[in-house]
């Protein structure tokens, strides 16, 4: 059975076109009808994943060509989800590495390729988007062929398969010149290259968890490769932890195999397939499901730490408890508490106080995502400034360091140095990368560029494009100045009026129009020069019975500043806070009466 079987992995930077190539795999394999309908980037199923276009969880297909069963695994392509990559690894034996035919490989792509290498998985080299009119297919070949280099393949994973293909029009070829028609020689490539799953099929059951989700029927699924022996429905089998103790035993209520989009109930899985297992109450990734007789774990790849981390609390505001319905500390915990269960990078932890918890994550992107998707459930919380997390070795601070790709006009690149050098980034690469552009390599510290990106797009006039990855652990790089200017804080409660912000918007930009709810400590709006200001935006004008020679002045405000999570997040002080409810995004003083911002001031200073 398992030599019919290919397990594999589809890995590449975002907007690379992992998921537009699984649509043309799994139409072109037959798995469709004709005349079915079926939405592009069909594995991108979440309501997020959908509206930002990137993929957040890894998910698993599978199709059959010429009697051969291919299991496709569409992974995330953001370095914030890198832990989803890291674990799904280890369901696959072999990996197409997707580049982009005009961005060539890029810092995900570098990550995510030097973890397969380890793993001694066989590579197979897609040089995705050769039909834009800025590809470069043969310089991409030999970036490609140097990263691997340098990640330290063996001389068998250098000699990988190359193909260029069209993702979006469904094609894949060995030579530039050869007949355009479908992805059939990448299929070939896949059975001929892809070794079949090494598997015992006459030993006892044994799968390591790589993947979970709840089902609102079933409750927890269970998903990862079989690595021996085979599981039915209704059988007795236990889950063990990484270090061999017995976490629960349960018998098997479901076993669900992945066949196109479908998650299809099956009898009995097999060595080599990928399925999923439900039944189970505390299981959770990285244990092993195994026969009652097997005594050792499967050992689980080590996860990367997280290096970013934020303070999630109750909605302290005046305006709390008008939109969300899930507003108390319990409620939070109990929502974080289930979210670290399926996703390994997340770690999170108590604080000092009963109604704030630390959670620490991989990235900005990562934790807005987990926040955005709180949101929309209902909840209600204040979210402080993203701050990192440093280590100590040998007496010595260290803080994250990561590798900053950038892509910008020639034009732009005098201020991207500029800004980055101010951010203690140091540059280590510098080349033009044609069409008049330049590619700069950073190697800066997170903290530096935290709330970076938003400037560096209005730097930029929106034509830039930054990639970051960590890199390592170095010695703390000192001060880094961040924002600069001040912000304009509300005086009063109450909603705002037209013509008290068309006097207040001459100290700096507003983010809020006329008739919006305001309470004392809510920021309103962005000073344009140094320290917070303290205004009214609910003073309205006097009347009295006196008329006025001539009209009034027309009150024309300036469109307000929208502030998306994200933005938010990165534009706030440490001793500011997003709040976050399911129809608004606001920020605050973190101590909204004056005289105890004042109290702060004194004792920081």
Known sequence: MSQNMRNVAIIAHVDHGKTTFVDAFLKQSGTFRDNQQVATCAMDSGDLERERGITIFAKCTSVEWHGT????????????????????????????????AAEGPLPQT??????????????????????????????VNNEVFDLFANLGATDEQLDYPILVASGREGWAVENLNDERIDIQPLFQKIIDHVPAPVVDAAGPFKMLITTLHMDPFVGRVLTGRITSGSVKTNQMIKALSRNGNVVETARVSRILAFRGLKHQAIEEGTAG?????????????????CDQSVTEAIQAQPI???????????????????????????????????????????????????????VAGRGELQLGILIETMRREGYELSVSRPRV???????????????????????????????????????????????????LIFHAPSRGLIGYHSEFLTDTCGTGVMNRIFLEYAPYKGDIQTRHNGVLISTESGKSVAYALWYIQERGPLFIGAGVDVYPGMIIGGNAKMGDIEVNPIKGKKLTNMR??????????????????????????????????????????????ANERRKFERGRL
Do not use: C
């Not at 030097?114 to 009119?133: E, M, T, Y």
């Not at 899930?326 to 106080?353: C, F, H, P, Q, Y």
């Open 69 to 100: 069963r291919i299991n496709i695994v569409d992974t995330p392509g953001h370095a914030d989800f890198g832990g989803e990559v890291e674990r799904i690894l280890s369901m696959v034996d072999g990996v197409i590495v997707l580049v982009d």
């Open 110 to 139: 570098k990550f995510v390729v030097g973890k397969a290498l380890k793993l001694g998985l066989k590579p197979i080299v897609v040089i995705n988007k050769v039909d834009r009119s800025d590809a470069r297919p043969l310089e």
């Open 273 to 289: 397939d990928i399925v999923s297992i439900s039944g189970f109450q505390k299981a959770t990734v990285a244990d092993t499901l």
């Open 304 to 358: 990367d730490p997280p290096t970013l981390a934020m303070t999630f609390s109750i909605n302290t505001s005046p305006l709390a408890g008008q939109d969300g319905d899930k507003v108390t500390s319990r409620m939070i915990w109990d929502r974080l508490e289930k979210e670290a269960e399926g996703n390994v990078a997340l770690r999170i932890s108590r604080t000092d106080t009963t109604d704030a918890f630390e």
């Open 389 to 439: 997390l440093f280590k100590e070795e040998n007496g010595k601070k260290l803080e994250p360091v990561e590798e900053v790709v950038v892509d910008v006009d020639d034009n732009y690149t005098g201020i991207v140095v500029q800004k980055m050098s101010e951010r203690k980034a140091e540059m280590v690469e510098m080349t033009p990368s044609g069409q008049g552009k330049t590619r």
């Open 548 to 593: 006025a020679a001539g009209k009034d002045e027309a009150v024309t405000l300036i469109p307000p500043t929208q502030m998306p999570l994200e933005a938010a997040l990165s534009y706030i002080a440490d001793d500011e806070l997003v709040e976050v409810t399911p129809k608004h995004i606001r920020l605050r003083k973190k101590y909204l009466d």
